[in-house]
Nanobody
Framework: QVRLVESGGDLVQPGGSLRLSCAASGTVFSIYVLNWYRQAPGKQRELVATINNGGSTMYADSVKGRFTISRDNAKNTVYLQMNSLKPEDAAVYYC??????????????WGQGTQVTVSS
């Protein structure tokens, strides 16, 4: 079983920066994909950024050039550095881990979410 704990959400002014963390505890298998999603009130959950065990990353068009996903394997932690924040970035941000537990079998885990508010 894997537990994910997000942190780092806060109130920030437009143009500001935040760094979100997603700390994983438990058994994380060697093949995985970790995603950051966000969900604003009244909107669907949106995939923001992805990193896999090989280090490949992917970003939503809306955050390219502003957000950076990275990982610290020693700490079992993935980060989302968010710069040049806009009011439309305000949402609850969720960490999602998809881990391959055996060939062809994947398990999905979610964190509880962390609130990001962008407002002056």
């Amino acid at each position: 079983q894997v537990r994910l704990v997000e942190s780092g959400g806060d109130l920030v002014q437009p143009g500001g920066s935040l760094r979100l963390s997603c700390a994983a505890s438990g058994t994380v298998f060697s093949i995985y994909v970790l995603n950051w999603y966000r969900q604003a009130p009244g909107k669907q959950r949106e995939l923001v950024a992805t990193i896999n065990n090989g280090g490949s990353t992917m970003y939503a068009d809306s955050v390219k050039g502003r957000f950076t996903i990275s990982r610290d394997n020693a700490k079992n932690t993935v980060y989302l550095q968010m710069n040049s924040l806009k009011p439309e970035d305000a949402a609850v941000y969720y960490c999602n881990l998809n881990s391959q537990t055996s060939p062809g079998r994947w398990e999905a885990y979610w964190g509880q979410g962390t609130q990001v508010t962008v407002s002056s």
